[in-house]
């Protein structure tokens, strides 16, 4: 017997001695466990005192705690051994999970220690855990710090994406010292979603970041060539008799602000008033068990968040919009349900699109307010222990009414259902979501809006092959119900166009609801070796409708998409890292009509001097047998021509003070009567260790020989015109970004973009002949007047002056953000917005444009707004 013991302590001396311990009636979790972890299993020790958080390693709760230090270099080489020794060492009691990382440095003096305001990266040494509570091989929390003291956290799901919105409240403290420096951690297990057992076995990965030389080093060893990255996570056991803990924590806040309102006096003048508004409200999170949570806001203020960019969209199809809102940010990756991958570059977006709830009033005009008031929402996150993720999203958006006193928007109930099974280890997973819109409509909103809108999907993956080859489906439906005006305008929409005369789809305006499916199945390796690909066909029916809370670009579209890539991480002679993409695409009506076909080549290379090289290029429709259906808006689909476009950039070495960056590029079709180029120069800047900021210019001239201009007739009718135009067009962007640090909890952000697009239409012209395969023999002269009435028509004013295009936009933020307690904190906001958008002719002209610009009349608004957080 006494041979057996001593042989499993040889084996393994923490586990074995514990459990010997233990045996003799003292409790495993009780004990110190002393020794060294090996490459991936380590344990954690119970805390008999906590450890005083100072960024010392000599607190006597550390002195018993198992060493972590098998640490190994994964970039740029991986596998190397590395010259900077790190040591960490985990503890923990009934309230806390303590971390203490050591990370010795051979030149102390020459550490990079940047401020920034939390959550921000900089070109800084950084430790980092990836705590899966789970251990799920999917989901982790993520808890950064710089040698500064400046906090990240990122909650991560799907094995690899970060959900940067997330913040937990957890303190740590840090110290540079002779020989390197210091993280000692406190994260409290409130914070994070566990099963409830009594014993425990968290997935932890550690990784440190050499901001000098760009290194990167881990426990276990993290490998590039893997799919994912919690799913390499070592583990740590011996968390053992944790108390579930209570939960519930309040964040009151009230806002004061002044606004600019513009209205119309009796006599047509424009005037301004600048009331001053308050408002209060709560944000609330309540542990309903030790795996899920609720989180509710009731009259949120989102005032704090940055405008969207300034944008001119001339297309047939809506500009997505990132969502910038924190209830709609953190914990969000359980709603994510991919219907739209368009682009392996991009990502994909599908049922739910988070911006619809508090959108701009669909009836909304100038004097009315901007967004719709959101009186309350509620989400419910977790995931079971039998590997059941769920979420429940609930909100509800008030009844708007504008400046004339008529319904601009209905009070609207937004809901969301989520629920993805685990199987297989995590290797697999099936998954359900619901969305629901139900809205109280009156007369106004009736002709306008659905009534109700519903969308389901089922969606499934399983990887295989030691997780590098991954297959993937769903299946969706949609339904949409309303009056017939509403659901002939869904109809007439971009998203369908069932008014087209040469597709099947029929134009029905008595129509009442409309139903549609969607299907997608992909293979894909994103692991493994040097080689990646993917392959995915997915199809949208005519009638597929998610835009009520979800985002559809277009419906009507089968498509088949391949990417191949080349990845070497490690590095060579020639440079540090290589990634050489190529894919191709081809794309359909749902009744088989080539709409697009074409191939691409992008190389991205870090050479060894840590500059990055990229470059690219396009060749579209080169066949000439592909349609755009979509070019004369709810007309006839016009042939497409070769085109092709090509660019090039180059960055330089993040660690400079002043890192440059420049990119360009050109591109031509129709023959080469359409062509355009554009040149990105920008610059990030570092001046001193608070203050750093960037410059980023963006030029683009182009002309477009076949700009759709306007319809006129009635849709279906044969006597519809099209008329497309020539258009010369300029557009600049300038955009600033100012931050300055004055302690990890306080700073200052500042961003201003001007905008300025300038333009003429000329050369009128009626598609008459959209199939041609010449291009100029698709178009004759446009001999009406501007609202499409003909030469000896009662009416008829001349020759139509098509115009141009005058946009000018100028949106500025700036924030002061004071953390002045761990989840308390006050904003100080100013936001400036001056806006003209004139259809008449024009050319850039430089300073006198942004004279011009500067000159609009500003809508100001001045916010503070301050929160205090209560936890129980």
């Not at 970039?75 to 900077?84: I, L, W």
């Not at 001007?754 to 333009?759: F, M």
């Not at 010449?774 to 030469?791: K, L, V």
Request: net charge neutral; glycine share 8%; aromatic share 12%.
């Amino acid at each position: 017997m006494l041979r057996l013991v001593l042989f499993a302590i040889a084996l393994s001396p923490s586990l074995a001695l514990a459990q010997l311990l233990a045996s003799n009636g003292q409790p495993a979790s009780s004990v110190a466990i002393a020794g060294r972890a090996d490459a991936r299993l380590a344990s954690a020790s119970r805390a008999a005192v906590a450890p005083i958080l100072d960024g010392r390693t000599d607190d006597p709760a550390w002195a018993q705690t198992q060493v972590i230090d098998q640490f190994l270099e994964y970039d740029p080489t991986e596998g190397a051994e590395t010259r900077f020794k790190t040591e960490a060492r985990v503890t923990y009691d009934d309230k806390n999970l303590y971390v203490l990382v050591r990370m010795y440095d051979p030149a102390p003096d020459s550490i990079i220690s940047l401020l920034s305001r939390r959550d921000v990266r900089t070109q800084s040494e950084q430790i980092k855990l990836v705590i899966d509570s789970y251990n799920d091989k999917r989901t982790a929390y993520q808890f950064c710090v710089n040698p500064a003291g400046v906090k990240r956290d990122f909650y991560v799901y799907n094995d690899n994406v970060e959900d940067a919105s997330w913040d937990a409240v957890w303190d740590v403290a840090t110290a540079i010292d002779s020989v390197g420096w210091v993280a000692e951690f406190r994260i409290p297990f409130s914070q994070l979603r566990f099963a409830n057992k009594p014993a425990h076995t968290f997935g932890l990965m550690i990784v440190r970041d050499i901001a000098r030389t760009n290194a990167r080093i881990s426990w276990p060893l993290y490998s590039r060539s893997k799919q994912g990255y919690v799913s390499q996570s070592g583990e740590i056991n011996g968390i053992t008799n944790i108390p579930t803990p209570r939960r519930l924590e309040i964040a009151p806040y009230v806002v004061a602000k002044s606004v600019t309102n513009q209205a119309e006096d009796a006599g047509g003048r424009t005037t301004y008033s600048h009331p001053t508004l308050g408002s209060y409200g709560a944000d609330i999170k309540y542990g309903l068990s030790s795996n899920l949570t609720l989180d509710a806001t009731i009259n949120p203020d989102f005032g704090q968040v940055e405008a969207d960019p300034a944008r001119l969209n001339l297309t047939a199809f809506e500009t997505f919009f990132e969502e910038r809102r924190p209830f709609f940010l953190e914990g969000m990756g359980i709603f994510t349900f991919r219907t739209n991958c368009q682009d392996i570059d991009t990502g994909c977006r599908g049922l739910f699109y988070s911006r619809r709830i508090g959108r701009a009033p669909r009836l909304g005009s100038s004097g009315d307010p901007l967004s719709t008031t959101i009186l309350g929402a509620t989400k419910i996150t977790g995931r079971l222990g039998s590997g059941l993720s769920v979420g429940f999203l609930d909100a509800v958006t008030q009844h708007e009414v504008g400046a004339e006193g008529g319904t601009i928007e209905p009070q609207t109930n937004y809901a969301v259902a989520r629920l993805r099974q685990d199987l297989n280890n995590g290797k697999s997973d099936v998954g359900l979501m619901l969305t629901a819109v139900n809205r109280r409509l009156d007369d106004a909103m009736s002709p306008v809006l659905p009534r109700e809108a519903y969308a389901i999907g089922i969606d499934g993956r399983h990887r295989f092959w030691n997780n590098n080859y991954e297959v993937a489906a769903m299946l969706s439906g949609s339904t949409v119900r309303g009056d017939p005006e509403a659901i002939a305008s869904i109809q007439r929409g971009s998203v369908h166009y069932y008014q087209r005369p040469d597709d099947d789809a029929v134009y029905d305006p008595t129509r009442e609801n409309l139903i549609g499916d969607a299907q997608r199945i992909s293979m894909s390796k994103f692991g493994g070796g040097i080689t990646r690909f993917q392959s995915v066909l997915q199809r949208y029916s005519v009638g597929y409708e998610l835009n009520d809370l979800g985002w559809l670009q277009r419906a009507d579209e089968i498509m088949f998409r391949n990417w191949f890539a080349l990845q070497f991480q490690n590095p060579n002679k020639y440079w540090r890292r290589a990634f050489f993409n190529s894919n191709w695409w081809r794309y359909w009506s749902a009744e088989g009509l080539p709409t697009r076909e074409g191939v691409n080549t992008n190389w991205h290379v870090q050479l060894k001097n840590q500059w990055w090289v990229h470059s690219g290029t396009t060749i579209s429709d080169f066949a000439g047998r592909s349609y755009d259906d979509r070019a004369s808006r709810g007309g006839p689909a016009v042939r497409r021509d070769a085109s092709h476009d090509l660019w090039a950039g180059v960055e330089g070495d993040s660690r400079w003070l002043v890192t440059p960056f420049l990119f360009a590029g050109r591109w031509r079709n129709n023959e080469g009567e359409s062509r355009g180029h554009w040149v990105e120069p920008s610059i990030n800047y570092r001046f001193s260790t608070r203050f750093n900021g960037g410059l980023y210019f963006y030029y683009e001239w182009q002309h477009e020989d076949d700009q759709f201009f306007n319809r006129y007739g009635a849709p279906g009718h044969d006597t519809t015109h099209y008329a497309f135009a020539e258009l010369d067009q300029t557009t600049v962007n300038v955009t600033t970004r100012i931050n300055f640090t004055a302690t990890p909890n306080l700073s200052l952000q500042f961003y201003a973009q001007p905008y300025i697009s300038k333009g003429t239409f000329s050369n009128l012209r009626d598609l008459t002949d959209p199939q041609n395969v010449s291009y100029e023999g698709r178009f004759q002269p446009f001999n009406h007047d501007c609202d499409g009435r003909a030469p000896g028509t009662t009416g008829y004013t001349g020759a139509c002056d098509p115009g141009g295009i005058d946009f000018k936009q100028l949106n500025t933020n700036a924030v002061v953000r004071w953390e002045y307690r761990p989840g308390s904190a006050i904003f100080f906001v100013w936001q400036q917005g001056r806006f003209r958008d004139v259809g008449r002719p024009s050319t850039f002209d430089g300073m006198k444009d942004y004279e011009d610009l500067f000159s609009l009349h500003p809508n100001n608004t001045f916010l503070i707004k301050a929160s205090y957080w209560f936890n129980y």
